[in-house]
Nanobody
Framework: VQLQAFGGALVQARGSLRPSCVAS????????MGWYRQAPGKEREFVAG???????YYRDSVKDRFTISRVNVEKTVYLQMNSLKPEDTAVYYC?????????????????WGKGTQVTVSS
């Protein structure tokens, strides 16, 4: 299984980005997939997740600003990020859990992509 994230960029505060993550290999298009981020000097944290049955989950700081979605047949998950803030600056990673456990714990995610850099300037 391989995951590849695209769409990170440098953007001004209050701007928008829509990174995507494409999965390939032995993965169904209906597995739990999530976005995580890691800022310099900080631990990796959960951002948003979409379950096999399209339920969505968000960390509190991004609710009402970020939207996760998926296109199962394309094995692609998107993260629409609006009203970006400098504190959103991080490397954003996508991950998949083929067991569909729905816990979104970092240790529980089975495969990880390499990440895409999102930088928000003030």
């Amino acid at each position: 299984v391989q995951l590849q994230a695209f769409g990170g960029a440098l953007v001004q505060a209050r701007g928008s980005l829509r990174p995507s993550c494409v999965a390939s290999g032995r993965i169904l298009g209906i597995n739990d997939m999530g976005w995580y981020r890691q800022a310099p000097g900080k631990e990796r944290e959960f951002v948003a997740g979409i379950s096999w049955n399209t339920r969505t989950y968000y960390r509190d700081s991004v609710k009402d600003r970020f939207t996760i979605s998926r296109v199962n047949v394309e094995k692609t998950v998107y993260l629409q990020m609006n009203s970006l803030k400098p504190e959103d600056t991080a490397v954003y990673y996508c991950a998949v859990d083929r067991m569909n456990a729905g816990t979104w714990n970092i240790d529980g995610m089975e495969y990880w992509g390499k990440g895409t850099q999102v930088t928000v300037s003030s």
